[in-house]
């Protein structure tokens, strides 16, 4: 009764261009096609195989991002959902990007997903993890298997404000793998995620922790990416 109330009061509307909608964290269907863009990134020099981003990270993503992370506006979340949600089942039909069923054909029978790691004194300040948010509950409910590994071990400046030699030197051995966490890290697929994906340092620094557990392969996978598409 409630809900229905605040849907007649304030009824909810596509983020990208703020038509109504039939329900909250719905896109309009060109929006979404608009903005659900998958891409798929191999760089030659990254300890990564491949990363995959969704969107690009401008307009209306960049919006509920900035949202969810600056504000803690959770009400963003919804959105960015459903944006996961249509490419991961657009892409076990074949019916989108071919960047994204490349993807889904990499990950095997059994990969292991992992997020990138807060520092603490930074999560306690945000109250929470955004590629926790973003991944865990979708990625289990698809049955994959989701373990947090990582720790920051020190703090590190904000990478939006670096350049690309900064950002390196600034997450350069910044994370490590928690005791007792390796043995299940070893001859797996691991897949790092995230919520932005631009220069790949924070990746890659991840990256070079996990290796160290010897993992068979490690991919990544990001809501949005500061590239061009």
């Not at 797996?188 to 160290?212: F, H, Q, S």
Request: charged fraction near 25%; charge should be negative.
């Amino acid at each position: 009764m409630f809900t229905a109330l605040l849907d007649f009061l304030f009824p909810p509307r596509c983020p990208g261009c703020k038509d109504y909608t039939e329900s909250p964290g719905q896109w309009c269907p060109a929006c979404e096609e608009e903005y659900l863009a998958p891409k798929l990134f191999m760089d030659v020099d990254s300890p990564i195989e491949a990363v995959l981003c969704l969107a690009p990270y401008e307009g209306a993503v960049r919006e509920l991002l900035h949202r969810l992370k600056f504000r803690r506006d959770e009400g963003a979340l919804p959105y960015l959902h459903q944006l996961i949600k249509q490419c991961w089942e657009a892409a076990d039909e074949s019916a989108i990007s071919g960047d994204a069923e490349r993807f889904r054909n990499y990950l095997g029978d059994d990969p292991l997903f992992v997020p990138v790691a807060l520092h603490p004194a930074r999560e306690k300040e945000r109250g929470f993890n955004q590629a926790v948010l973003l991944w865990r509950d979708f990625l289990t409910g698809w049955g994959y298997q989701w373990l947090e590994p990582l720790e920051r071990t020190r703090e590190t400046l904000p990478q939006y404000t670096l350049n690309k030699k900064e950002r390196e030197e600034n997450v350069q051995g910044a994370f490590g793998l928690r005791q007792g966490y390796a043995e299940q890290l070893a001859s797996r697929t691991v897949v790092l995620v995230d919520d932005i994906y631009t220069t790949g340092a924070t990746m890659n620094a991840c990256a070079d922790a996990l290796k160290k557990a010897g993992p068979k392969r490690i991919l990544a996978i990001t809501l949005a990416s500061g590239r061009n598409f």
